[in-house]
């Protein structure tokens, strides 16, 4: 064997040997690397995806696109997939079916290509609102059946650094702090962190996988965030943890690319939406 190749196989086994946190990951098209962890480049639409496409033939592809992060806009559309969210302005989006309820204990869709699915699916893809209108138990079984998972709440701070803390909007490129309302996942170019995920102040509060205390007249705060433990006001209720801020919670939006809140798990609303990980 040429002393190249032993080097190369060297190699090899000492990759191989190192845990799988250490190595380099490749991600997915619809994701970037941050750190160990593969993060969605764009805040998620959820989409409802039939048993068959435009064209009569089932929908097994496009599903297993779904699952590589292979899917585009045109994909979906395609396979005559509808986008689901808030029904009123201005999404004027596709509800949730019956078969995914607020508590996430869906059913399966009995006529989907690969079941068990209720045939939902959280996607990463530029040009659209996102949805938004989700319960924290949708939006982790969303991601689930993707093949992803709710980023934890170091997972989402890591991806969020670089991104501009919240300052001025100009309605265009700026991250959306000062605004009417959403805008489409992408869309303002200059609202990206230093790891490539966009969005990620602003525009939609976004769940993480970590709950904590929901409470007020809190105690205790993380510096330079907004959380709150120990409050000695109202009951102490579990809370799941949302960060990122709102369109119009202006320099709220970001406090070091992150600001922290809880909400119930199963409060949703037209500024909560999610992003997933693998």
């Known amino acids: 064997m040429k002393s190249r190749d032993?080097?190369?196989?060297a190699v090899a086994m000492l990759t191989a040997a190192l845990p799988a946190r250490a190595q380099f990951r490749t991600c997915p098209p619809d994701a970037v690397r941050a750190?160990?962890?593969?993060?969605?480049?764009?805040?998620?639409?959820?989409?409802?995806?039939?048993?068959?496409?435009?064209?009569?033939?089932?929908?097994?592809?496009?599903?297993?696109?779904?699952?590589?992060?292979?899917?585009?806009?045109?994909?979906?559309?395609?396979?005559?997939?509808?986008?689901?969210?808030?029904?009123?302005?201005?999404?004027?989006?596709?509800?949730?079916?019956?078969?995914?309820?607020?508590?996430?204990?869906?059913?399966?869709?009995?006529?989907?290509?690969?079941?068990?699915?209720?045939?939902v699916y959280a996607v990463s893809v530029p040009g659209v609102l996102p949805s938004t209108c989700i319960t924290w138990f949708r939006a982790e079984q969303a991601c689930a059946l993707s093949g992803k998972r709710l980023l934890n709440n170091q997972e989402w701070q890591r991806a969020a650094q670089g991104t501009p803390d919240a300052g001025s909007d100009n309605h265009l490129t700026d991250c959306a702090v000062q605004s009417q309302g959403p805008s489409r996942t992408g869309a303002r170019t200059d609202c990206a962190s230093a790891w490539g995920a966009r969005d990620m102040v602003g525009n939609v509060w976004e769940w993480v996988a970590d709950w904590g205390e929901a409470a007020s007249g809190c105690s205790t705060w993380i510096a330079d965030d907004v959380a709150c433990f120990g409050g000695s006001g109202g009951d102490h209720l579990p809370g799941a943890i949302m960060r990122g801020g709102l369109w119009d919670d202006g320099a709220n939006a970001g406090v070091f690319a992150a600001w922290m809140n809880e909400r119930g798990p199963l409060d949703s609303g037209p500024g909560i939406g999610f992003r997933c990980g693998r």
């Open 35 to 119: 750190g160990d962890t593969c993060v969605d480049k764009y805040e998620a639409s959820v989409w409802l995806v039939p048993a068959a496409n435009r064209d009569g033939k089932d929908n097994r592809r496009l599903i297993e696109k779904i699952a590589k992060g292979e899917a585009a806009l045109k994909d979906l559309q395609k396979g005559n997939a509808a986008q689901l969210g808030c029904t009123t302005e201005p999404y004027n989006l596709n509800g949730y079916p019956a078969r995914f309820p607020l508590n996430g204990n869906w059913t399966p869709d009995p006529d989907s290509p690969l079941p068990p699915s209720p045939g």
């Open 6 to 9: 032993v080097a190369a196989v």
